[in-house]
């Protein structure tokens, strides 16, 4: 396809690998970040020495601190969903008229229990543009390494999803398309509190038999927010539900399974987080997530137990014997 000019606003890991991606595919990628000592290592070494040290970056992604660079007709978005209203908010009038945004970042906000295709309209009022998400079992490590990943892209507009599906699809990345944004959103981020909890259960030595029947009831879980939203019920069986659940709930570089395993050994929250040394959303997440449900009247159990962890009312082992005795139900 035609050579593109493309922005990767956010330096971290998933930043890093979608921009090398992108170049690998013949487009011209500028990553916008803020650390000036990760620019220069990106641009004279060739990689992300901070967040995926030992991997090489393509030579054909360049970096800089300069926001100018935000003015271009495709902006992939990796800053993480809490800062996403701030930073928009601060570099919004740069965007090109028309120009399409895709988030790669996943969350709900926590001020606003919305996702980013919900809040941004109000951010970016005024400014035309079109939105799309991108979400699946992705880590970025593997993705550098060329090991096979599949993701898909949603938005509203069928052809620009389209677009994006060709501008990033190789051998090694596998793009499918939907139009169940706030589906592919709500996946993408609730998985990352059912994560947490598979972590505590790992950490509790709960046992397999547990952690497949957390995942199961977690899966439901976030099926039953969806729904209530709005979002089709299978898109949650796809690869932004059930493929990323799997995936961050069991994979080893998974942050949030990695802060729940630390949990369920006993490391305080603080500590867990200083040591991960990256952002963990489902922290906050847990706490949206938790919020939105009961304004909904949807039950949510196994994030409320995460909740009352990370908040300190409730031990791990006694969140786990809380859920194992809740009232008993039909599937």
Request: proline residues 2%; aromatic residues 4%.
């Amino acid at each position: 396809m035609e050579r593109q000019k493309i922005c990767v606003a956010g330096g971290g890991s998933w930043g890093s690998a979608l921009a090398h991606l992108a170049a690998c595919n013949g487009h011209e990628v500028t990553l916008y970040l803020r650390d000036e000592k990760v620019c220069t290592a990106i641009n004279t070494q060739h990689e992300n020495t901070h967040y995926l040290p030992g991997l090489r970056l393509h030579e054909g992604v360049r970096a800089s601190t300069d926001p100018a660079v935000l003015s271009t007709s495709l902006l992939i978005l990796a800053i993480p969903c809490q800062q996403q209203r701030s930073f928009l908010g601060l570099h919004g009038s740069r965007l090109t008229p028309g120009c399409t945004i895709l988030n790669v970042a996943k969350g709900i906000e926590d001020v606003s229990g919305c996702t980013a295709s919900q809040f941004l309209p109000s951010v970016l009022e005024g400014h035309a543009f079109t939105y799309a998400v991108l979400s699946g079992p992705s880590f970025a490590r593997e993705v550098l390494e060329g090991q096979p990943t599949a993701v898909v892209i949603a938005s509203t507009a069928m052809d620009r999803a389209e677009h994006m599906q060709d501008l990033l699809s190789s051998a090694c990345f596998r793009c499918y398309t939907s139009t169940d944004v706030l589906g592919v959103e709500i996946g993408g981020a609730v998985k990352n509190v059912i994560a947490i909890a598979a972590g505590l259960c790992d950490g509790l030595s709960i046992g397999t038999n547990g952690r497949a029947a957390l995942l199961t009831r977690g899966l439901a879980e976030i099926s039953r927010l969806g729904v209530a939203l709005g979002a089709r019920a299978q898109t949650f069986m796809g690869l932004s539900g059930l493929g990323d659940l799997v995936l961050t709930a069991t994979g080893s570089l998974s942050r949030n399974r990695t802060l729940g395993l630390a949990l369920g050994h006993g490391q305080s929250l603080e500590k867990a987080c200083q040591e991960i040394g990256m952002v963990t959303e489902g922290v906050k997440t847990a706490f949206a997530v938790s919020k939105l449900a009961a304004r909904l009247n949807v039950a949510v159990p196994i994030t409320d137990a995460v909740c009352a962890i990370l908040n300190g009312t409730l031990t791990a082992r006694e969140a786990s014997r809380q859920l194992m005795t809740r009232s008993l139900g039909q599937e």
